[in-house]
C-alpha cells in the first residue's frame, strides 16, 4: 500500500524557506513610518543600511588582520570614512525603526557627497574610477526615495567633485595623458552621469504620475462604490416603504370595512340606549343606559378613527366656534375621566372662528382626552385651555400624567405605534389627528417629559 506521507511531507517542504523569510520581512515592514511610499521602501532601506553597517568593518578588519601588509598613508583616509559611513548607516537604521525615513536616507547621501568630494579632493579623478559604478546607485537612491530635487543636487555635487579631482589630476601630472585629455574625461563621465541622472528623472516621474494615476483611479472607484451603495440603500428603502404603503392601504381597506359595518351596529345600539332611557322610571336604570350611550359614542369614536386613517370618510369642513365644540364636549369629557381627575376648561368670551370639520375636531378632543386617562391611572388634571393670536387658534391640552421619553415623543404620530398592552390601543390616534390638523393648514406641538406631564398645543388657522 503506497504511503502518503512523503508527498505530504514534500508539500510542507517548499513552504518552509517563504516562512522564514516572512516573519523578518514582517518585522522590517513594522517601521512606524507616516508616509504610505515611505513605508513601503523602509524594509529594502533597513537591508541597505544594515549591509552597509556591516561590510565596511568586516572588510577593513580583513585588511588589518589577514594582510600582512601594513597600512599605507593613503588608506587612513578609506578607513576612516569607512568607519564613518558605518556609522551613520547604523544611525540612520536606527530612526527608521523610530518612524524616521527622509533624514537618514539623506544623511547618507550627504555623507556619500562628502566622502566623494574628500576622495576626488585626495586622490584625484583618476583615484576614485573604482567607486565610479557606485556613485550610480547612490543617484538611484536619491531620485527613488528622496526625489527630484535631491537627484539633481547629488548630480550637480557629483559634477563639482569631477571638477575638483581633475584638477588634483592636472597639478600632479599624469605620464599618458594630457591635461586636456583629462578634462575631456571629466567632461565625459559628467555627461554619462547626466544620462543615467535623465533616465532616473524620467522613471521616478513616470512612477509617481503611475501612482497618483493608480490613486485617482482607486478614489474614482472608492466613490463609484458609496454612490453604488448610497443607491442600494436608497432602493431598499424606497422598497421598504412600497411594502409598508401596500400593507396600510390593506389595513385602510379593511378598516373602513369594519368601521361602516360597527357604525350600523352602534347606531343601533344608541337607539335602543335612548329608547330605554325614555322608558325607565328608576334614575339608575337611566343612569345606566346614559352609560351605554357613552360607550358607544366612545366607540362610534373609535370607528372615525379607522375612517379617517383610511381616507374613507369625506370632511364637512365649515366655519364653527371652537370655543362653543370645547364647552360643549365637557359632559363627555367628565364621564370619559371619572372622578379622580379634575377636569379644567377655559375659553374666551368671544366667538374663535376656525375653518374645520366639526366632527373631527370632536374627534381629536376625545383621542388625546383618552391618551390622558390612560396616562393618569391613580388620577390628575386635565386642562383643555382655548387661545388665539393674530393668527391662530391654540387648544393647549395638559395632562399631569407619567410624561414620555424622547424615544417615545419621537414616534407618538408615527400610525399604529402605542406603549399600551396589546387590545388596549390602535396606535390611530394622535396619527389621525396630526394628519387631519396638518390637511387643515395646522399643526400640533408636544411638550412631554418623564414625570413632568404631556402638554399638546394643537393650532388651527383662524377664519375670516
Do not use: C
Request: glycine share 10%.
Amino acid at each position: 500500500m503506497p504511503s502518503t506521507e512523503a508527498p505530504a511531507a514534500a508539500g510542507r517542504g517548499p513552504r518552509w524557506p517563504a516562512r522564514t523569510w516572512r516573519a523578518p520581512w514582517r518585522w522590517l515592514a513594522a517601521a512606524p513610518v507616516a508616509d504610505p511610499v515611505d513605508r513601503r521602501n523602509a524594509p529594502m532601506m533597513q537591508v541597505v543600511l544594515a549591509l552597509l553597517a556591516l561590510f565596511p568593518p568586516l572588510l577593513w578588519a580583513y585588511r588589518l588582520l589577514a594582510v600582512p601588509v601594513p597600512l599605507q598613508p593613503g588608506e587612513y583616509a578609506g578607513l576612516a570614512s569607512g568607519l564613518l559611513l558605518a556609522a551613520l548607516a547604523s544611525a540612520g537604521w536606527w530612526l527608521i525603526r523610530r518612524g524616521r525615513f527622509r533624514l537618514p536616507v539623506g544623511l547618507l547621501l550627504g555623507a556619500v557627497a562628502v566622502a566623494v568630494m574628500l576622495s576626488n579632493a585626495g586622490g584625484g579623478m583618476s583615484g576614485g574610477q573604482h567607486e565610479l559604478p557606485l556613485l550610480a546607485v547612490w543617484l538611484v537612491m536619491a531620485g527613488l526615495l528622496l526625489g527630484r530635487r535631491a537627484l539633481w543636487a547629488l548630480y550637480a555635487w557629483m559634477v563639482l567633485a569631477f571638477a575638483v579631482g581633475i584638477r588634483v589630476d592636472i597639478e600632479r601630472g599624469h605620464e599618458r595623458f594630457t591635461s586636456a585629455d583629462l578634462i575631456v574625461g571629466g567632461i565625459i563621465q559628467s555627461l554619462i552621469f547626466l544620462f543615467v541622472a535623465v533616465v532616473i528623472d524620467r522613471s521616478v516621474a513616470a512612477l509617481r504620475e503611475s501612482l497618483q494615476l493608480a490613486n485617482e483611479r482607486g478614489d474614482a472607484l472608492a466613490a463609484s462604490n458609496r454612490r453604488l451603495q448610497d443607491e442600494a440603500r436608497r432602493r431598499e428603502a424606497l422598497q421598504e416603504q412600497l411594502v409598508h404603503a401596500q400593507k396600510v392601504e390593506a389595513v385602510g381597506r379593511l378598516a373602513a370595512g369594519l368601521a361602516h359595518d360597527f357604525n350600523h351596529l352602534l347606531t343601533l345600539v344608541l337607539g335602543h340606549a335612548q329608547r330605554g332611557r325614555r322608558l325607565a322610571d328608576d334614575p339608575r336604570v337611566a343612569g345606566a343606559f346614559d352609560g351605554v350611550e357613552s360607550a358607544a359614542r366612545r366607540a362610534h369614536a373609535v370607528s372615525r378613527k379607522l375612517l379617517a386613517f383610511s381616507r374613507m370618510e369625506e370632511a364637512s369642513m365649515a366655519v364653527f366656534d371652537a370655543g362653543e365644540v370645547l364647552a360643549g364636549m365637557e359632559p363627555m369629557l367628565r364621564q370619559l375621566f371619572g372622578p379622580q381627575v379634575r377636569l379644567e376648561i377655559e375659553a374666551p368670551p368671544d366667538p374663535v372662528p376656525v375653518h374645520f370639520d366639526r366632527a373631527q375636531l370632536e374627534l381629536i378632543l376625545l383621542n388625546i382626552a383618552a391618551n390622558a386617562a390612560q396616562a393618569m391611572p391613580d388620577g390628575g388634571r386635565f386642562s383643555a385651555r382655548l387661545s388665539t393670536d393674530d393668527r391662530d387658534a391654540q387648544l393647549s391640552l395638559a395632562d399631569t400624567g407619567a410624561g414620555m421619553p424622547p424615544e417615545v415623543l419621537a414616534r407618538i404620530f408615527e400610525p399604529f405605534f402605542t406603549t399600551r398592552p396589546a387590545g388596549q390601543g390602535t396606535g390611530l390616534g394622535l396619527a389621525v389627528a396630526h394628519d387631519l390638523v396638518a390637511d387643515a393648514g395646522g399643526r400640533i406641538d408636544v411638550d412631554s417629559a418623564p414625570g413632568a406631564g404631556t402638554t399638546l398645543h394643537v393650532r388651527l388657522p383662524l377664519a375670516a
